[in-house]
């Protein structure tokens, strides 16, 4: 065999290995197994270059590059569709139909409504070639680097297969449940927003710079619309879908043709229970005429077609015993309180702690151990105690009230003005947050130390090898590994990572050392106006005020930090280790004012300078790069292809559009 058509054979193995497990659900082979063939598939690849192949298995894992997404025309319009939310509204679509149809016979195929992205994908003589997204339904975004790495979507088809030369087939992304609560469980850890639910979650990451973060999180795909030039015109919806799932494509589960409008209604039923089992979060049920010679004879009205419609589940909520009321110090000293409740099965997952959020919520809810408490999901799939039956209340429950003392070190908690959480004001000596602190310094958007996660900080914090941010750099190869030898290689690999991080800039080393209420764009304006840490910790409340983006509030939080004799003693421990203290003389130099005050947005595609090369000008230049516009927004540096939904918000709030030379004219003036 030569070494092309081994790389052939190893691709369609791995091909149908993938299927096997993502599609089917039914792995073939050991996990280990897989891995050997890939590896062998890498190798090949490496040495033999010529057959690469950007379909290739291998290519599933994305990359670092940043990238940019261009605005593409949709060769069919991807219209949305009507929503009912009653048996009623659903008589009315189906008599609808009947009369459209003048009496003719028709069927209609019920399916699940996935609440997720929505994807159009393109495939020319069997292999994918193009991904866009919804958009505004003329036009969407070319996504097809990051779809590539969805394990659930072939990058081609089956040999042999009676797929038409070049066809379309739509569908929507999604974030199982498992991979949506680890992905907020790290977020958590790392106190970044949490994703309101899997939809959020599964457009922003869909929409990343980097392929290889898409690769990581683990999307999935169910298909759900196959269109084309060379679909036949007198076929079946249910049927091209099946012919789909031969093909390779993961479609909708459990859908049924149904002839009669109690058919119907007894799918819809089923499903509003069934679907709490489901690996992925649904919203609802789609009705589609199923010929499609009827479909064209329908048509559509301006927005939506006559011949389909979404039923929509409502929020999902469930009744449970309240048992106790917890807390929770994160790394800033915010104390978050915790319902522990009987578990209750809720949008497919076991739910048994929700957030509470803060004092005033639980006054709110007049909450009592021992309540029955409403819990909801919904659109906010993060639980939520929505509710108490107080009918159910017993005589013998008393009320929760909101602690004064911090659960873990004993410090009488504060409340800031403006502020609805309550802190613990001793950052220097709580276990949580001194450990939370370590979490966030070594994090990938602070100092980005690689090799060291949570369990390893807790670790290295209970043998007493660290006990603030400063002592990583102390850290020696010999104190990592103690008695066990076998640790070396990882332990090395923990001191190269905490020694690269001294050439983290100054901005992130800001953001890093974890003064409360300081995010990271936060930081980095903070570090651009004051330009060295000495100049920070000697800054009065008046001097922090001029910087745009800070309050009194964020102020009084930095003069709080270098007040403390510990914090200061870290800082001069981390500068005394290499740490970057000032801005580097490359920032220094060609750094103005001429666009201090201003909030630019960048849209579109350039051709002189990168999107980073933009915003890195911006910085320079005293202005604030955001990502969505608003009232605030100064204006947006524009390029090609502007995403139209940008364009259209911008027109309607009257926000200006600054061409690229036009930009660049402005900051040579």
Not at 214 to 228: F, I, K, P, S, T
Not at 413 to 439: F, T
Not at 524 to 532: D, E, Q
Not at 616 to 629: D, H
Request: aromatic share 8%.
């Amino acid at each position: 065999m030569t070494p092309k058509e081994e790389i052939e054979q190893l691709r369609k193995e791995l091909d149908q290995h993938n299927y096997n497990y993502y599609v089917l659900n039914q792995p073939t082979i050991s996990d280990y197994d897989f891995d050997q063939m890939m590896y062998k598939l890498q190798d090949l690849e490496m040495f033999y270059p010529q057959y690469a192949d950007p379909n290739s298995p291998t290519q599933r894992v994305g990359s670092d590059l940043n990238q940019q997404f261009q605005s593409v025309p949709h060769k069919y319009p991807m219209l949305s569709l009507a929503n009912t939310y009653n048996e009623q509204e659903v008589r009315d679509f189906y008599a609808r139909v009947k009369d459209g149809l003048e009496g003719e016979d028709f069927e209609i195929c019920a399916e699940m409504k996935y609440d997720g992205l929505s994807i159009s994908l393109t495939y020319v003589d069997g292999i994918l070639t193009q991904a866009v997204t919804r958009g505004d339904g003329v036009r969407g975004d070319d996504v097809t680097a990051n779809v590539r790495t969805i394990k659930s979507i072939p990058l081609r088809l089956k040999e042999g297969g009676d797929y038409p030369h070049e066809f379309e087939i739509r569908g929507e992304i999604l974030l199982p449940w498992k991979n949506f609560e680890r992905l907020n469980e790290e977020r958590a850890k790392n106190e970044e927003p949490l994703f309101a639910n899997p939809r959020n979650a599964a457009s922003g990451t869909l929409k990343s710079q980097s392929s290889k973060v898409v690769a990581q999180r683990g999307l999935d795909a169910y298909l759900y619309y196959l269109l084309g030039d060379a679909i036949p015109a007198d076929s079946y919806h249910y049927e091209n879908m099946s012919k789909a799932a031969d093909w390779g494509f993961k479609i909708s589960q459990g859908m049924k043709k149904c002839k009669t409008v109690d058919e119907v209604l007894e799918f819809i039923e089923y499903w509003d229970v069934e679907r709490k089992n489901l690996p992925v979060a649904t919203d609802g049920i789609v009705l589609k005429v199923n010929s499609l010679r009827q479909q064209r004879h329908l048509g559509y009205t301006a927005k939506s077609p006559r011949w389909a419609i979404a039923y929509k589940f409502k929020a999902e909520r469930a009744c449970t015993r309240l048992n106790e009321v917890t807390y929770q110090v994160g790394r800033t000293g915010a104390v978050t309180p915790v319902a522990n409740m009987d578990p209750v099965l809720l949008a497919g997952t076991m739910v048994k702690r929700a957030s509470l959020h803060n004092a005033d919520v639980m006054e709110e809810l007049d909450l009592h151990i021992g309540d029955m408490v409403y819990v909801e999901k919904g659109g906010e799939i993060i639980p939520k105690v929505v509710g108490v039956d107080k009918e159910q209340r017993t005589g013998d429950v008393h009320k929760v009230e909101f602690i004064s003392r911090c659960p873990e070190c004993g410090a009488e908690l504060v409340r800031y003005e403006g502020e609805a959480a309550h802190y613990c004001p001793n950052d220097s000596h709580c276990p949580p947050q001194i450990k939370g602190r370590i979490e966030h310094f070594i994090s990938r958007k602070a100092m980005n130390i690689e090799s060291l996660g949570p369990e390893t900080v807790d670790d290295y914090y209970q043998r007493g090898l660290i006990h603030d941010i400063s002592d990583l750099y102390s850290l020696t190869v010999a104190d990592i590994c103690g008695f066990n030898r076998n640790r070396v290689k990882s332990a090395q690999k923990v001191v190269d990572s905490i020694k690269n991080s001294l050439n983290v800039p100054f901005e992130r080393v800001v953001f890093s050392i974890g003064i409360r209420f300081v995010g990271e764009t936060t930081a980095k304006l903070i570090a651009r106006h004051f330009k060295s840490m000495d100049e920070l910790r000697n800054a009065t409340v008046e001097q922090l005020l001029e910087v745009d983006g800070v309050g009194e509030v964020i102020a009084e939080s930095v003069i709080r930090y270098f007040h403390d004799e510990q914090n200061v003693a870290i800082i001069d421990k981390l500068a005394d280790s290499g740490v970057q203290m000032r801005l580097s003389d490359d920032q220094l130099e060609g750094a103005t004012d001429k666009l201090s005050g201003k909030s630019i947005v960048i849209s579109g595609v350039f051709a002189h300078h990168s999107r980073d090369e933009y915003k890195a000008m911006i910085e320079r230049n005293g202005g604030k790069n955001v990502g969505s516009i608003s009232k605030k927004t100064t204006f947006i540096l524009a390029g090609e292809n502007m995403g139209p939904s940008k364009l259209e918000k911008a027109n309607s709030l009257g926000i200006p559009l600054v061409s690229e030379d036009e930009f660049l004219a402005m900051l040579e003036e």
